[in-house]
């Protein structure tokens, strides 16, 4: 700040995490950074927080994240071993997919829910993730004898062909900043059912994700079997999928991008 105004850099900060909005020191924290420069947000939700928090509307931009669609995209399942199954465990089986990092808020005990009323049906539960609740995850999983019905992948590189290995992708976190997980599921052709929030409703495109009322299991075990049952149902949800996630290429992004640090200047 020691620099005359026309040799000061201009600062631009990414804001993508929905946690550090409920810190007691956030609205301070963004005070002090909007005196040094401009915010992008990766949601509406998390632009309107900010601006709540005091920070001129001008100085807040909205850039919602890309997803690389050379990358993700529809394609072969992978050879069950890469994911520790038999072909035996999949003969029949279908396969329901959670990807998140294993903390409280991502909503892994709802899994859990998911997969006992679940017990019934031809269907196994691939998990990628980690995180400080994994031994949680794991003592809830054998306290409910689900032990056949989990396959704990840990942190996974390789998400393309996670993706393309499942038949539906699960998302019940509590909050999410921007649902990138759903976007790259539905670029390779996944059907995603969730948890109802704003960042789930902002890319929710044209009814392009099944989205059930916050915490509801009965619903979104119900909404499950359903798109596992219909096959009409479940191709019409991956055009809708595929169209959706379409709209977050990089080209776009980079475009609005130029145009945000255009204008600063």
């Known amino acids: 700040m020691c620099l005359p105004a026309k040799h000061r850099p201009k600062l631009v900060f990414h804001e993508h995490d929905s946690i550090n909005l409920t810190r007691w020191y956030y609205p301070l924290f963004v005070k002090i950074i909007s005196q040094a420069g401009s915010l992008i947000a990766v949601s509406a939700f998390i632009q309107q927080h900010i601006i709540a928090c005091g920070i001129p509307a001008d100085k807040v931009f909205l850039l919602r994240n890309y997803i690389d669609l050379e990358r993700f995209s529809p394609g072969q399942p992978s050879q069950p071993e890469r ?51 994994k031994h949680s995850l794991i003592q809830g999983i054998k306290q409910l004898g689900l032990q056949e019905k989990f396959f704990l992948q840990g942190y996974v590189n390789h998400m393309v062909d996670f993706y393309r290995t499942i038949a539906v992708l699960v998302i019940t976190s509590e909050k999410e900043a921007f649902g990138l997980v759903q976007l790259e599921a539905q670029a390779c052709g996944v059907p995603v059912v969730v948890f109802d ?22 619903q979104l075990v119900c909404k499950i079997e359903e798109l596992l049952d219909d096959k009409v149902l479940y191709e019409q949800m991956v055009v809708l999928g595929l169209a959706n996630a379409g709209k977050y290429g990089l080209t776009n992004y980079i475009e609005k991008l130029s145009q945000i640090y255009q204008g600063l200047w």
């Open 197 to 218: 929030s704003q960042a789930a409703q902002e890319i929710h495109g044209e009814a392009s994700t099944i989205i059930v009322p916050n915490g509801d299991i009965e």
């Open 83 to 133: 994911f520790g199954l038999s072909e035996q465990q999949i003969n029949g089986n279908q396969l329901i997919g959670f990807a998140g990092r294993l903390v409280e808020y991502k909503g892994w005990r709802l899994i859990l829910k998911v997969a006992d009323q679940l017990r019934s049906k031809k269907a196994i539960f691939l998990i990628a993730g980690e995180g400080p609740d």
